[in-house]
């Protein structure tokens, strides 16, 4: 139909934490209605030389759009998680371009993990785990019951996590990307 907008759908995002260690997993579909696009999209990566987590669910444009200037407020505030987030999210629901990005990203540190959103959410998550995106709720179960009931490492829960939801979520893929941090690693 002309002048209708074909939305980009698909994509599980998880974050994990144990111990000191803090790991973020995400597929890698993309799909256009019916159609897979791309089956090895990134949609987890890593900000301030390795000291911050980052997975997008949305508009891969947005989510780079929002990512770079996510960066930018990190450096701004100094590396300062929270106080990056909020300046990012007052931009994102004030600024007449930003606000009609449709995204919604996780951001970690080893401190906290954060869900942001452009309705001017900046949510502290309780628990281990959280998510978004489309297969986030089968994800997000099966990794609060793999902490409870294994020894396994983070990086572990968080990619098993997401191919179990891949195997129920048809907008999620079994190719994952996962970025760690450890709090206790002297390299960084």
Known sequence: MKGMITLFNGTTIICVRKGSRVAMAGDG???L???VIKSG???VRTLLGGKILTGFAGSTADAMTLLEKFED???QEKGDLMKGAVK???EWRLDKALRRLEAMM???NTEMTLLLSG???V???EGNAASIGSGSGYALAAARALCEATDMKPEDIARRSIELASEICIYTNNNIIVEVIDNNDDSK
Do not use: H, I
Request: glycine share 8%.
């Open 88 to 90: 990012l999210v007052r």
């Open 29 to 31: 579909q993309v799909t």
């Open 33 to 35: 209605g019916s159609q």
């Open 106 to 108: 996780l951001a970690a």
């Open 119 to 121: 309705a001017g959410d």
């Open 73 to 75: 407020c990190l450096e």
């Open 123 to 125: 949510l502290e998550p």
């Open 41 to 43: 999209a990134r949609k």
